[in-house]
């Protein structure tokens, strides 16, 4: 069994994660699936690390990719993953082929878009700005590509997103 290629997107939200992974699935490559890692919930308590179960969520994904009946070839996983977290469980699964990419946008259009957009007005807070600029810079510190939605032409963001995905399934190297 081969080990599928793997892209971890990360950013706070309503940065654009998941718009971006949707419209990929749209894009209907042969072999690519995004997945929202939202969609499964792990049990925690309130002394569990955000952090661990941010990493035992992304370990079920990854799982699930590399089970036999699977036929992703390269899996886009949408998630709010510390980068060197991610970096991490990737590592320790084996995956090779793999890429951590940061979704960001100026704070102010994130917060507009939470409050807008998706009607979550309790996510656009103090933290939640703190933890975008704790993403960048660990995607900075990493040399992690960056997807910058700040200019809201989704089209142009999911370019990026696909010239990344291509790159990789054709066996460019990760950066």
Request: aromatic share 2%; charged share 25%; net charge negative.
């Amino acid at each position: 069994m081969s080990l599928p290629k793997i892209i971890v997107l990360t950013g706070a939200s309503g940065a654009g994660k998941t718009t971006l992974a949707l419209r990929l699935n749209e894009l209907g490559i042969p072999g690519v699936e995004a997945i929202n890692c939202d969609r499964v919930k792990l049990e925690a308590n309130e002394h569990t690390d955000p952090s661990d179960v941010q990493a035992d969520v992304l370990r079920h994904w990854i799982t699930h990719l590399t089970r036999s009946e699977s036929n992703v070839q390269l899996g886009v996983l949408d998630t709010q993953i510390r980068p060197h977290r991610a970096l991490e469980v990737l590592n320790e699964a084996g995956i090779k082929n793999a890429q951590v990419v940061l979704v960001d946008c100026d704070p102010v259009i994130r917060n507009e878009r939470l409050h807008v957009d998706r009607g979550q007005p309790e996510l656009a807070h103090a933290r939640m700005d703190c933890w975008a600029a704790y993403l960048r810079g660990q995607a900075d510190a990493l040399s992690l590509s960056i997807i910058d939605t700040s200019d809201g032409q989704v089209d142009k963001s999911l370019n990026t997103l696909e010239r990344l995905v291509r790159d990789l399934l054709n066996g460019a190297s990760p950066h």
